[in-house]
């Protein structure tokens, strides 16, 4: 045995101490904490989402173009309750109506970000008092960094203080991502979204 020992004893040593301390920091050690948006994209992308990260609006605009050209939408037209978000994308190759019977996909932003799920908060502000299964199963959502937030409990006092003559009602969050996956049994009752995120870096 000591003959082993001899010859193989400082390799076993080091892997039994590498595998201990492994170990170790997988049962003693706290987790090492990812960056908010590093949480959010990755737990949006789980949720079945498209991620697009954008250094500046002319990126934005470019890849919202790449968006409709990769799904044939040149010819749809696109549902924006928003007055001030289509004004923002009236140069864009769009037809945009308030008309969700004729509309393909839907561009809105959101209230916020939720990292430590990877959904997206939104309110009346957005879709107004419609119900998400109304809404078109396309969606393409414009935000922001600045928007992303740890949890629902912070999106919510964030709504609550941006808000304080007229909270937004119709608060809902949008989590599952993945159109058409009817035996999913964990967005049963939900309103599945083939959902782009378009997001701006604004800090």
Request: charged fraction near 30%; aromatic fraction near 10%.
């Amino acid at each position: 045995m000591s003959l082993f020992r001899k010859i193989f004893g400082s390799k076993s040593d080091r892997s039994e101490e590498d595998l201990k301390s492994s170990d170790d920091r997988g049962r003693y050690m706290p987790e090492v904490k990812l960056p908010i948006d590093e949480k959010f994209t990755i737990n949006f992308k789980a949720n079945g989402g498209k991620f697009l990260y954008c250094e500046n609006l002319n990126e934005v605009f470019s890849n919202l173009d790449h968006i409709i050209i990769e799904n044939a939408w040149e010819k749809e037209s696109v549902l924006i309750l928003d007055s001030n978000l289509q004004d923002k994308f009236e140069n864009n190759n769009i037809s945009p109506t308030k008309n969700i019977s004729k509309s393909t996909y839907f561009l809105t932003t959101c209230e916020n970000l939720i990292a430590n799920d990877g959904s997206l908060l939104i309110s009346s502000k957005q879709i107004f008092e419609k119900k998400l299964p109304e809404l078109p199963v396309n969606f393409i959502v414009f935000a922001t960094t600045s928007q992303i937030v740890e949890n629902i409990g912070e999106g919510l006092r964030g709504i609550k203080s941006k808000n304080k003559q007229k909270i937004p009602t119709n608060i809902t969050t949008i989590k599952h991502f993945k159109s058409g996956d009817d035996k999913d049994f964990l967005s049963y009752g939900s309103s599945a979204k083939n959902l782009y995120l378009l997001l701006l870096e604004d800090l």
